[in-house]
């Protein structure tokens, strides 16, 4: 299996074994798991009580790059294969265009001219864009980014225009605040466990339940939420 990368868009987060937990604003619908990162994570501190779930997207970013000399070519080439990518990107194409960092917006043909610039080589001008693909209940990770792959194989390219993939990809999330009543269940339950362990006369406190909920990457296209409390055991 292709290894997964996600690191802040444009960066992304990568998956071996040890997981990436960032916590973010509550009132964002979609967030971005990234794994720029990395040291929050604390297997530790981190509760091991947590909800499994499946992300909501895949996303990376394409470098869409033209070498043709004449500048003004150069341009229109970039446009013509941008133009042709929001073609492609139509209703029931299971994807969507966008730009930005953290949470990807609509792209659409009114923002051409702002989204190509120079590049640092001569004659050379590119525009990146995010690419985002739901992810189904019957994806693995290589049927997710498969679908994004033939998506730019199969978008057609005008003059000397390339789509470069890149090696990053980046899982979405939304609404990670709806899941906390969720969360508390389970931590609920785990506090009445570890509480009758000890027998009758102990009961468990718990602190934290306040935060935002956060996650961390526990699979290639899963995410562990969490509330990050803290439990003790008292008589």
Request: aromatic fraction near 6%; glycine fraction near 8%; proline fraction near 3%.
């Given at each position: 299996?292709k290894a997964?990368?996600l690191?802040?868009l444009?960066?992304?987060?990568?998956?071996a074994?040890?997981?990436?937990?960032?916590?973010?604003?509550?009132?964002?619908?979609?967030?971005v798991v990234?794994g720029?990162?990395?040291?929050?994570?604390?297997?530790?501190?981190?509760?091991?009580?947590?909800l499994?779930?499946?992300?909501d997207?895949?996303?990376t970013?394409?470098k869409?790059?033209c070498?043709?000399r004449?500048?003004r070519?150069?341009?229109e080439?970039?446009?013509?294969?941008?133009?042709?990518?929001?073609?492609?990107?139509?209703?029931?194409?299971?994807?969507?265009?966008?730009?930005g960092?953290?949470?990807?917006?609509?792209?659409?043909?009114?923002?051409?001219?702002?989204?190509?610039?120079?590049?640092n080589?001569?004659?050379?001008?590119?525009?990146?864009?995010?690419?985002?693909?739901?992810?189904l209940?019957?994806?693995?990770?290589?049927?997710?980014?498969?679908?994004?792959?033939?998506?730019?194989?199969?978008?057609?390219?005008?003059?000397?225009?390339?789509?470069?993939l890149?090696?990053?990809w980046?899982?979405?999330?939304?609404?990670?605040?709806?899941?906390?009543?969720?969360?508390?269940?389970l931590?609920?339950a785990?506090?009445?466990?570890?509480?009758?362990?000890?027998?009758e006369?102990?009961?468990?406190?718990?602190?934290?339940?306040q935060l935002?909920?956060?996650?961390?990457?526990?699979?290639?296209?899963?995410?562990?939420?969490?509330?990050?409390?803290?439990?003790?055991?008292?008589?």
């Amino acid at each position: 299996m292709k290894a997964l990368h996600l690191a802040a868009l444009a960066a992304c987060l990568v998956f071996a074994g040890g997981a990436v937990a960032v916590a973010q604003d509550a009132s964002v619908d979609e967030i971005v798991v990234t794994g720029s990162r990395i040291t929050e994570y604390d297997a530790l501190q981190t509760p091991h009580v947590v909800l499994k779930r499946r992300a909501d997207n895949l996303i990376t970013v394409v470098k869409v790059v033209c070498d043709t000399r004449d500048e003004r070519l150069r341009k229109e080439e970039l446009k013509a294969t941008l133009r042709n990518m929001i073609k492609a990107a139509g209703p029931g194409s299971g994807i969507e265009l966008g730009l930005g960092d953290e949470v990807v917006g609509r792209f659409d043909a009114t923002m051409l001219d702002a989204v190509i610039v120079r590049d640092n080589k001569p004659d050379t001008s590119y525009a990146k864009v995010i690419i985002k693909t739901r992810i189904l209940p019957t994806d693995g990770y290589d049927t997710a980014t498969g679908r994004v792959e033939a998506f730019v194989e199969r978008t057609a390219k005008a003059g000397r225009t390339e789509i470069l993939l890149d090696d990053d990809w980046n899982l979405t999330l939304i609404g990670p605040e709806r899941y906390r009543v969720e969360i508390i269940a389970l931590v609920a339950a785990d506090a009445k466990r570890s509480a009758g362990a000890f027998g009758e006369a102990y009961g468990a406190k718990v602190d934290g339940l306040q935060l935002p909920v956060s996650w961390y990457q526990s699979g290639p296209l899963e995410l562990a939420l969490y509330i990050p409390y803290r439990q003790t055991i008292e008589r």
